[in-house]
């Protein structure tokens, strides 16, 4: 593979500040594009992104004489191709692994990439993650191309890539698909069109010491190593470096630990991931339990409020904040209330519209012993690095 696949090419990413379009931006310039982009805010992702100059807030302006990339939720704000297309182009130029399904596919994909890179297979790798041990969210190799695919807007079925891999099916985007079975025949039409292919469902979880928790990531993890093996990869040799994968940030991280408490960030934002977390949170203590979660996409919301309240209803306490937009538009009556009405009666419960309050409230509920694990798509990590400041303050 060609070092500077994009070279000469000039790129306006339009939502630069995202997991998902950061990761190509670093990419994009590692290839030799000339990089520039907007977003609404400045987000965490940007911290990966020294060094290219990006406009914050307004509207977005593309510079004469660039193309402009545009990520989903910000599609229509400017003339331009949407980011499903870039990607599809990459994979095509490449040798290239594809990882989708509803959970897991960004701890899955690192897997992949991190074994690849300490096996000396020199991928590249473009991960809706910052993952410490490669250095980020994204990367450039001569080997694999290691990427995710979204099935939020249909755009995975567009990438051709050697191997696909489908974590698991599960309907996420309600606004997208009318049911289970719909998301299914979009997977499966995919992958008939794909030569080689995992389907982790059908796998029994990895039988590993790992060094991250929880039954989900040994789901993972096997999805990894059967990925790995159609890759020319010997299993025990995969297995071995597997075990010292320490994983991706918001993944149940430790944001800090301080007066007896300790906080962890989670991206977590659906039922299944939510109740995932808490149930390896609850291994880890004997204590009180506290889950702050910010829902994320108002039709969601909408749709699974019963299911997210059951989920939070693991915790001992469960604060809850509005609704975070951009996905799509309010809608009457959607708030985050509506989750927190359908939490288990038995566990206490807390509103806070907004992420300063919520962490009020969470500190000042928190005693030594506690956990406290925030979750969502949005910012709450903000939540747990300022309830682990104000702890520190105590």
Not at 116 to 135: A, C, H, K, N
Not at 150 to 176: G, K, M, Q, Y
Not at 365 to 383: H, Q, Y
Request: aromatic share 6%; net charge negative; with cysteine.
């Amino acid at each position: 593979m060609t070092e500077k696949l994009l070279d000469g090419r000039r790129i306006y990413f339009v939502g630069i500040g995202g997991a998902g379009l950061s990761a190509y931006a670093n990419v994009a310039r590692a290839w030799g594009a000339e990089v520039r982009g907007w977003d609404t805010q400045e987000t965490i992702f940007m911290e990966t992104l020294e060094g290219i100059d990006i406009d914050v807030g307004g509207d977005p302006r593309v510079p004469t004489g660039f193309e402009a990339v545009i990520s989903t939720a910000h599609a229509g704000r400017v003339p331009g191709r949407p980011r499903a297309e870039l990607l599809a182009e990459l994979v095509a130029l490449n040798r290239s692994i594809v990882v989708g399904g509803a959970h897991g596919k960004t701890t899955t994909a690192a897997m992949i990439a991190y074994i690849l890179r300490e096996l000396g297979g020199d991928p590249s790798w473009i991960i809706g993650g910052v993952v410490p041990q490669l250095g980020g969210n994204a990367g450039v190799g001569s080997g694999f191309l290691v990427v995710e695919g979204d099935e939020s807007d249909r755009s995975i079925s567009l990438l051709r890539p050697e191997i696909a891999v489908v974590t698991n099916i599960e309907v996420d985007h309600h606004a997208t698909f009318a049911s289970e079975l719909e998301l299914a025949r979009l997977f499966e039409d995919w992958l008939e069109e794909i030569p080689k292919v995992v389907r982790a469902w059908e796998l029994p979880p990895a039988d590993l010491d790992l060094a991250v928790p929880g039954a989900h990531n040994r789901r993972n993890g096997a999805a990894a190593l059967a990925t790995l093996e159609l890759a020319g990869v010997e299993r025990t040799t995969a297995e071995r470096v597997l075990q010292s994968f320490s994983g991706v940030d918001r993944r149940f991280q430790l944001v800090g630990e301080s007066a007896g408490v300790r906080v962890f960030d989670d991206y977590g934002h659906n039922p299944t991931e939510i109740a995932a977390t808490l149930e390896t949170a609850r291994a880890r203590t004997d204590r009180r339990l506290i889950a702050v979660y910010q829902p994320h996409v108002y039709e969601r919301t909408r749709q699974l409020a019963r299911e997210l309240g059951d989920a939070l209803g693991l915790a001992d306490a469960a604060i809850v904040t509005d609704v975070i937009g951009g996905r799509d538009a309010p809608k009457p009556g959607v708030t985050g209330k509506l989750v927190l009405d359908n939490v288990p009666p038995g566990v206490r419960c807390g509103w806070a519209p907004n992420l300063e309050q919520a962490a009020e409230v969470a500190l000042g509920w928190s005693r030594s012993g506690d956990v406290i694990v925030t979750f969502g798509v949005g910012e709450p990590w903000r939540i747990a690095r300022a309830v682990v400041a104000g702890l520190e303050a105590r």
